[in-house]
């Protein structure tokens, strides 16, 4: 996974912009647009409609997705080998700030049942996989600065779980900065960034103190990301 991050931190040295930007127009629009269904709109919202047509159907975030007890699993399955090791910080070029990582090929039976339903639901039927699923630790002053994941070793889908906190995704169009699309990663839920989501927009994980949706404070914690993606064809 180091491959990914490496590539990572060199998209942050000129997207780092898209996060001044973006914040900066997220603070001038109170009138952020949400989606049309109920159901989105618990997860969904905007800079413009316009910005919200082109990502529908490119994202989606699957509420509780994952029960308590297969969170638990899986956290009990990852956490003795995240105790391990410590958070990394004060790397200024770094796309993520406060965190550590790992890898895992091999599940136990809970969890891979779980990691069995997140690629039917998420990937194309045949798609092949990259092997190991990245796990992700973020710490409480944690976050993810904008990147897009390298093109050379992922392919048009990105899928993660979002486990022991609420969290804001923010998804930047590359090629204009002002727009925004913020997604409401609710803990235990799936998230699936496709396409043009994937390739075109730079994401992110904001911090706690930038972590609002729709104007509501989401409380960021330390949170744990199990992110599976396909290869590049
Ligand atoms: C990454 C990334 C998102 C997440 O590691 O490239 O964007 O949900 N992670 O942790
Ligand atoms: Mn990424």
Known sequence: MKVLIRVAKQAQRTSLQHLIFSRFASDSSPLAKGPESTEECKWLCGSSQEILTAVRGQVEVRENFISEEEE????????????????????????????????????????????????????????????????????KTGYIKPHVDSVKFCGS????????SD???????????????HLLLSRRSLYILRDDARFKFTHEILKDEESFFSGQKVPRHRRISVICRNLPV
Not at 157 to 164: E, K, Q
């Open 72 to 139: 638990d699993a899986i956290f009990k399955e990852v956490e003795p080998g995240l105790r391990k090791k410590r958070y990394e910080f004060d790397h200024w070029d770094d796309a993520i700030h406060g965190y550590k990582e790992t890898e895992r090929l091999q599940w136990g039976d809970a969890c891979e049942k779980v990691l069995r339903r997140v690629r039917e639901v998420a990937f194309p039927k045949g798609s092949p996989l990259l092997g190991p699923v990245h796990v992700l630790d973020l710490d």
């Open 167 to 181: 969290s804001i995704m923010r998804l930047v169009p590359e090629n204009n900065s002002t727009d925004w699309v």
């Open 157 to 164: 889908t990105i899928a993660g779980l979002n486990l022991l």
